[in-house]
């Protein structure tokens, strides 16, 4: 796959900003080589994650959960979410464009019409529910199709780990060099 390295960093730099606050923190105790660790840590986390979900389908990493024995609850939550997440973003879009028809220029994100959007997406995921019971849904989701894994597979989580142990190797040293500064 072929992502760009340019978003995958700036996105991996959203997540980034959620953890500054705590980085300031322990630096103005003095721990300066703590904060940058948490910092490039979290940094390295988020462009591993925002790597997987850039290259690997829902579908494929339900199927890895569900091949892992991850708890059947929580691989159904995640795919439920993930499901009704494009029926939230199908009732925004007909509401704007429903505002839009009405001459509105576009529709404000205020207490009631995000109250509008749920309570509509909450009578839609109602009637998705009463459709899937009637058409046998006992409480698992079939899983479409099971990969193997192949010498690719077993190459990406090889080259993966030696990057995950490199980064490792070079945050103890960077923290070393921040302690022997120190001193």
């Known amino acids: 796959a072929s992502l760009p ?16 606050p705590f980085a300031l923190m322990i ?8 904060a940058v660790g948490l910092v490039v840590r979290t940094y390295s986390s988020a462009v591993a994650i925002v790597t997987y979900a850039g290259v690997t389908p829902v579908p494929d990493t339900i199927a890895a959960l569900h091949s ?18 494009f029926v939230i973003g199908e009732q925004a879009r007909s509401m704007n464009i ?20 749920f309570a509509r997406s909450y009578a839609r995921a ?4 009463r459709a899937m019971l009637s058409r046998g849904y006992r409480g698992g989701m079939p899983v479409l199709h099971r990969r193997a894994a192949g010498t690719q597979d077993y190459a990406l989580v090889a080259g ?3 990057a995950m142990i490199c980064l490792r190797i070079g945050s103890n040293v960077l923290t070393k060099h921040f302690y022997s500064e120190l001193w």
Do not use: K, M, N, W
């Open 27 to 34: 630096a103005l105790t003095g721990d300066t080589s703590r």
């Open 68 to 85: 892992i024995r991850f708890p059947s609850v929580l691989v159904e939550v995640i795919q439920f979410v993930y499901r009704y997440l």
């Open 126 to 129: 109602d009637a998705v529910h």
């Open 160 to 162: 993966v780990a030696a």
């Open 98 to 117: 429903a505002a839009a028809c009405r001459g509105a220029r576009r529709i404000s994100a205020s207490a009631g019409s995000v109250a509008t959007l």
């Open 5 to 20: 390295v340019q978003g995958v960093a700036v996105r991996a730099a959203l997540i980034v900003v959620f953890v500054l």
